[in-house]
């Protein structure tokens, strides 16, 4: 049986060249945090997720640090065995992280969806797709009417995207 595009598309991504990615990821870690891209890397994952190639979808590249999270070291007096900082566990992935950070960005888009590209020894990179609900080709799109409802702005803050949802299955 003949495959389509979009599965040697995901082949490919199941082995990819470590050579180019790395060339990629010296020069995002150089770059900004979350980063406007003309198109998606993953075009089979990105058209899973909802994407299309039309007016009103925007695509942002996010760069989040790995490791462990710190608490907080108090700034005021203390005693010293107060003073120590904690490291925390993180209640969500690093994926909704992204979706967050890329939702305060930008206010006047609505976070559809994201998916992994990379990660680098301090880094993971993670592809957004954001969606304008304002544009006349989204008010049109019956697939994308639920995001004109006022009840679903800002639903990357309320943990409505598939990465935050996972952390408030317990």
Known sequence: MAKGMY???RQAWK?????????RMIAWRKGDTIV??????????ARSLGYKAKNGFVIVRVR????????ARPA???????????????AI??????????????KNLQVLNS?????DGLNYFFEVILVDPNTPEIKSDKNLLFLQN???????FRGLTSAAKVSRRF
């Open 7 to 9: 599965h040697y598309l």
């Open 76 to 90: 005021k007096a203390r005693k010293k065995g107060r003073t120590l900082t904690v490291r925390k566990t993180l």
């Open 15 to 23: 082995s990819p060249d470590i050579n180019v990615l790395r060339e």
């Open 36 to 45: 406007k891209v003309d198109k998606p890397l993953r075009l089979d994952r």
């Open 115 to 119: 998916y992994w590209i990379g990660k």
């Open 150 to 156: 006022r009840a679903n702005t800002h639903r990357v």
């Open 64 to 71: 989040i640090g790995r490791g462990g999270r710190k608490r």
């Open 93 to 106: 992935s690093y994926r909704a992280v992204a979706e967050q950070r890329a939702g305060r960005k930008f």
